[in-house]
């Protein structure tokens, strides 16, 4: 009606390439007023051949597993983006470009070769190089708290089915010690003991009848106590200290940990313990641990709590959150 040509396809492509590059061309231009130069060494030494190896072929690699070396290399991997995240966090939201722009900059740096990289603009490859550090920095803190999440959950499903496997094992030989513990008792009332018999003679012959380790689990199933399953899983945690050490300590001290205000308190003995990590100090160097509920399982049994106590602050514990560093990041 108005007599109006539609534009052809290829002006269309012209126009949108030419709208692309020019919001390339000033993203770019701001980067470069924005740079620091440290920020430039760390983005230009990614195109870098280190023992014929490429440093941004390296930081593009993605973990097969949640083994202790896959994980030991993300946790370099953030090591290096972290200073890189911090300043493109700040510098992306003065740019006002969204979400998408970012991720789709940071995809370049995976479809070009180093090659091609290497042979554009500096100030454009850098934009490129400055949005895949902060797209990857996501990436790897994300699968840093999924592979923390899930070796938690790994130790406490394994902790929670030994300890039942243990209760039933000790509830079974308590049962089957039976009646050597009556044989035990009978022994009160044996006329062919001497009444002055010493109590070491009488207990020499009670141990031939039920062995000393025996007594523990008989005399609780014959007074009717319940086995205490928090005990026998403390105690395998005190046989995964090692495992532990190794796959997860790494990971709680590079991670954040943000909770609610009733929170407070362990929050604080989550602080503690990470600045102590990160700082090499010993926990047994530490003079007083005050540590709400959230010591390592090693340290919580030279501790000597109680298994009932820890029952009880098992069941007060609240859940924590792990976010992104630095503050402002998309919690996970």
């Given at each position: 009606h108005e007599r109006i040509v539609a534009p052809t396809y290829s002006y269309l492509q012209d126009m949108i390439g030419q709208a692309v590059a020019a919001e390339?061309?000033?993203?770019?231009?701001?980067?470069?007023?924005?740079?620091?130069k440290s920020v430039v060494q760390q983005l230009d030494a990614m195109l870098e051949a280190d023992d014929s190896?490429?440093?941004?072929?390296?930081?593009?690699?993605?973990?097969?597993?949640?083994?202790?070396?896959?994980?030991?290399?993300?946790?370099?991997?953030?090591?290096?983006f972290s200073p890189l995240y911090t300043f493109a966090q700040r510098f992306l939201e003065t740019t006002g470009i969204s979400a998408d722009s970012v991720r789709y900059?940071?995809?370049?740096?995976?479809?070009?070769?180093?090659?091609?990289?290497?042979?554009?603009?500096?100030?454009?490859?850098?934009?490129?190089?400055l949005c895949f550090a902060y797209h990857r920095f996501r990436q790897v803190n994300d699968r840093l708290i999924e592979a923390f999440i899930r070796l938690v959950n790994d130790h406490e499903q394994t902790a929670r089915q030994v300890a039942s496997e243990a209760a039933q094992n000790a509830l079974s030989d308590a049962v089957t010690h039976l009646k050597a513990a009556g044989e035990v008792l009978r022994l009160f009332v044996d006329e062919s003991i001497a009444r002055y018999a010493s109590f070491a003679s009488v207990r020499k012959r009670a141990f031939t009848l039920l062995a000393p380790e025996r007594f523990e689990s008989v005399s609780q199933y014959m007074r009717n106590v319940t086995f205490d399953k928090a005990d026998f899983e403390w105690s395998h945690y005190t046989a995964l200290s090692h495992a532990i050490?190794?796959?997860?300590?790494?990971?709680?001290?590079?991670?954040?940990?943000?909770?609610?205000?009733?929170?407070?308190?362990?929050?604080?003995?989550?602080?503690f313990l990470q600045t102590c990590l990160r700082?090499?100090?010993?926990?047994?160097?530490?003079?007083?641990?005050?540590?709400?509920?959230?010591?390592?399982?090693?340290?919580?049994?030279?501790?000597?709590?109680?298994?009932?106590?820890?029952?009880d602050k098992a069941a007060r514990r609240r859940p924590l959150r792990v976010s992104h560093l630095p503050a402002g990041a998309q919690r996970a």
């Open positions: 390339r061309q000033r993203v770019s231009a701001l980067l470069g007023r924005a740079l620091t190896m490429y440093q941004v072929t390296l930081l593009k690699h993605e973990p097969k597993d949640f083994s202790h070396k896959e994980l030991q290399q993300e946790s370099e991997r953030r090591t290096f900059y940071a995809s370049l740096v995976t479809f070009y070769t180093v090659y091609k990289l290497r042979r554009m603009n500096s100030g454009v490859v850098r934009l490129y190089l050490k190794r796959n997860l300590r790494h990971l709680f001290a590079e991670l954040a940990v943000t909770g609610r205000v009733e929170d407070t308190p362990l929050l604080e003995a989550v602080a700082d090499g100090t010993s926990l047994r160097a530490v003079q007083t641990l005050i540590l709400s509920d959230c010591v390592h399982p090693e340290d919580a049994q030279a501790a000597s709590l109680s298994s009932r106590t820890r029952q």
